[in-house]
């Protein structure tokens, strides 16, 4: 069992950063990605960014490639999303995921993440 708890987001202003965090707790020995995903209203979860165990791998959604950066600190069980050049379509919740899945990727799909946080919202409006 993980549990995952983000926290960081809010309300930020178009061209504006944001960081947002994902602390781990439970079976944290265990290797395990990490990625995020975020749901706007009216929309369907997406994939954002992904991170495998390592942080050798990492793979960003294309609307958010250069923008968004992921990493993770394995020490502190926490890995983290910072979003720079923020516009109003990043508006959604925010929810962090582990994976175990493997130990060397970063999975993309829903489906591959075995453990969720209950999500931050983050807001882009001026």
């Known amino acids: 069992q993980v549990q995952l708890v983000e926290s960081g987001g809010g309300l930020v202003q178009p061209g504006g950063s944001l960081s947002l965090s994902c602390a781990a707790s439970?079976?944290?020995?265990?290797?395990?990605?990490m990625g995020w995903f975020r749901q706007a209203p009216g929309k369907e979860r997406e994939f954002v960014a992904a991170i495998s165990w390592s942080g050798g791998s990492t793979y960003y959604a294309d609307s958010v490639k250069g923008r968004f950066t992921i990493s993770r600190d394995n020490a502190k069980n926490t890995a983290y999303l910072q979003m720079n050049s923020l516009k109003p379509e990043d508006t959604a919740v925010y929810c962090c995921a582990a994976s175990f899945y493997s130990d060397y990727v970063a999975p993309s799909a829903l489906h591959e993440y075995d453990y969720w946080g209950q999500g931050t919202q983050v807001t882009v409006s001026s």
């Open positions: 439970g079976r944290t020995f265990s290797s395990y990605a």
